[in-house]
């Protein structure tokens, strides 16, 4: 497969499709959202909150997180639906899990499978305070805020 066919399948977004800097977290902001879709598959992120959304037939689906039980969640992707979906954040999540979040996207088989995996966060957080960074950056990944 030659890379420029590959990019052609899914299309980046930082916020939203419309605003770079736009929250998408409620079925109602992807609504608005999925009109601005270039692809049917779009990878956004700015909310650090794992999961996303998808048009299935003129309604919005939720996809959620996987549990806190879960390190993964595999999700196949319709070709006759359209995909908002966030990977989540490896350093900030913001959904209430401490662990790092991240996806892989298996383009072949049309499959997401959404991550979680503990990660040092004690060694994260003196890390950030020794740098002299605000102290709610390091107090929040304990929780996942």
Not at 11 to 39: K, M, N
Not at 99 to 120: F, K, N
Request: aromatic share 12%; charged share 25%; with cysteine.
């Amino acid at each position: 497969m030659k890379t420029s066919t590959f990019w052609r399948r899914f299309e980046l977004v930082h916020g939203s499709p419309y605003d770079e800097d736009e929250y998408v977290l409620a079925a109602d902001e992807a609504t608005q959202a999925f009109g601005y879709l270039e692809r049917r598959l779009t990878f956004f992120g700015h909310t650090h909150v794992q999961g996303g959304f998808i048009w299935n037939h003129s309604r919005v689906e939720t996809i959620l997180r996987p549990s806190l039980r879960s390190e993964s969640q595999v999700m196949e992707v319709d070709p006759a639906c359209a995909y908002l979906v966030n990977p989540g954040s490896t350093g900030q999540p913001r959904d209430g899990d401490p662990r790092a979040a991240y996806l892989l996207y298996d383009s072949d088989a049309s499959i997401l499978t959404y991550y979680r995996v503990a990660y040092d966060v004690a060694g994260a957080q003196k890390a950030i305070r020794d740098a002299g960074l605000p102290p709610i950056l390091a107090d929040r990944l304990s929780v996942g805020r």
